[in-house]
């Protein structure tokens, strides 16, 4: 019977051991250092509605990745979603670019997380990146969308709910 237990205690051991080494190991890749999100009023974003986020950096080293993280209901009625995003830097300096991101699978299932009508979406805006200078970054997200063979943009962009920032040092 004290053999039994012994081993018993030495596989609960190496169980929490294992469990305890995989937590670490994981939690060494990557940490979130900024994750915010802004609600869109009345699930409807025009086009003039620019998302601000202003992170401040005093590490000049680490690597980061960002992503754009955005949470759609079911009234969003297309199968991708264009955004314009620009970092305006500590100097004055500024970057834009004009993204676009699969909001759907093939058969129309909406991507993202989430068991009910609202699904949370991670989606990389750019990866190793190093905050060169100390101060505040700017991050401006903007919806750019348009319906096929016109001109001008949607006015408003219905079915999002919120849009956010992710920033996720790695190590």
């Known amino acids: 019977m004290k053999i039994q237990m012994m081993k018993a205690s030495k596989g609960f ?5 294992t469990l305890f080494i995989f937590t670490v190991a994981l939690s060494c890749t990557k940490s979130t250092v900024y994750n915010q999100y802004k609600a869109i009023e009345n ?14 950096s005093t590490d000049t080293i680490s690597k980061n990745n960002l992503y754009v993280t955005l949470r759609n209901n079911k009234d969003y009625e297309f199968s991708n979603l264009f955004l314009i995003v620009g970092i305006q830097f500590p100097n004055n300096y500024k ?12 058969e129309g299932k909406f991507l993202g997380t989430g068991m009910t009508d609202i699904k949370e979406n991670k989606l990389e805006y750019k990866t190793n990146v190093t905050f060169s200078q100390i101060g505040a970054y700017d991050i401006s997200i903007q919806q750019a969308m348009r319906r096929t063979r016109d001109i001008d943009g949607l006015i408003s962009l ?10 996720e040092k790695l190590n």
Do not use: R
């Open 13 to 17: 051991a190496n169980t929490v051991l």
């Open 43 to 56: 699930n409807q974003w025009h086009k003039d509605s620019i998302i601000n986020f202003t992170v401040s």
């Open 95 to 106: 970057i834009v670019d004009t993204l676009e991101y699969e909001m759907t699978s093939p």
């Open 158 to 167: 219905n079915g999002i709910t919120d849009v956010g920032l992710q920033i």
